[in-house]
């Protein structure tokens, strides 16, 4: 997968891009993610990126003009069909099945906006606008680093393990259940038993439980939607669950 992200900090994307799950993948060939600066699109002689808003206001607002002249050279750069993001607290939310759509795609091309946004005609040249929470920070490189994670560490090969994105929280409509290691005991805490039992079918069964006991405790909303079967259900309702009718 191709990734360009335009910002006004394209080394700050370049670093956090370049560690972690994401840096070995890219080392690895699986995606490649490329900065532009809207600024080396600017024409005049301070290369301005803003301007004060028409009809007055506080701050100041990305001007189009080099945002848009950066958009069509990163389109550019490569035929692969691109899907055009702009970072945005007024976008829709970021989610796991959101973040598996765009991991199918080839090419994702995300914009960051800085100051107090961009002028609103960037709407017309992007696909969609994501925000990754009902906050405002102060530019969309982080929200782009937020959607980059979440998409390749979806991709194939990019994880060690290939299994392990698909028992990750919301993955299965679930919370994941929790996760020991070494050691069995530690001071007066010790690993369940059925950990260490070798009893693959049993430790399937307690995953399964602790999930549903997990997303019952802190997310019960999940659970109006989750796939669930009958023993789900019956696990459930020993918790007190009453969702879903009687069934
Ligand atoms: C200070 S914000 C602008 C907020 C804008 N004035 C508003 O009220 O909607 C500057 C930039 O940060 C990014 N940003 C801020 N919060 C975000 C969020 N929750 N999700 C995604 N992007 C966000 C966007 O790219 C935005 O253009």
């Known amino acids: 997968m191709r990734i360009d992200v335009l910002s006004l900090f394209p080394d700050f994307i370049a670093q956090c891009a370049g560690v972690g799950v994401v840096g070995r993948a890219a080392e690895?060939?699986?995606i490649s993610v490329q900065g532009w600066n809207p600024r080396d699109y600017a024409t005049?002689?301070?290369r301005r990126v803003d301007e004060?808003?028409?009809g007055g206001g506080p701050g100041m607002v990305m001007l189009m003009e080099p945002l848009g002249a950066c958009l069509d050279a990163a389109l550019a750069a490569d035929p692969a069909p691109a899907r055009v993001i702009y970072t945005s607290p007024q976008g829709v939310p970021l989610t796991q099945a959101k973040a598996r759509e765009l991991a199918a795609l080839p090419r994702l091309v995300v914009v960051c906006g800085r100051y107090e946004g961009v002028d609103e005609r960037v709407r017309d040249f992007v696909?969609?606008?994501l925000s990754?929470?009902?906050y405002v920070l102060s530019g969309g490189e982080l929200p782009a680093l937020v959607v980059?994670?979440?998409v390749v560490r979806l991709l194939p090969g990019v994880l060690g393990n290939e299994a392990s994105p698909i028992d990750?929280?919301?993955a299965t409509g679930l919370l994941e259940g929790p996760q020991y290691t070494r050691p069995a005991a530690f001071r007066d805490a010790r690993v369940p038993d059925v950990?260490?039992?070798g009893d693959h079918g049993a430790i399937a069964r307690w995953r399964r439980e602790q999930a549903l006991r997990t997303t019952l405790a802190r997310r019960p909303d999940l659970l109006d939607r989750a796939p669930l079967d009958g023993a789900d259900v019956r696990f459930l309702r020993t918790l007190g669950w009453t969702g879903r009718g009687n069934g």
């Open 127 to 129: 696909d969609e606008e």
């Open 168 to 170: 990750d929280s919301f």
């Open 52 to 54: 004060r808003p028409f």
């Open 132 to 134: 990754i929470g009902d």
């Open 148 to 150: 980059l994670d979440a």
């Open 44 to 46: 005049d002689n301070y």
């Open 28 to 30: 690895r060939g699986l």
């Open 195 to 197: 950990l260490l039992s």
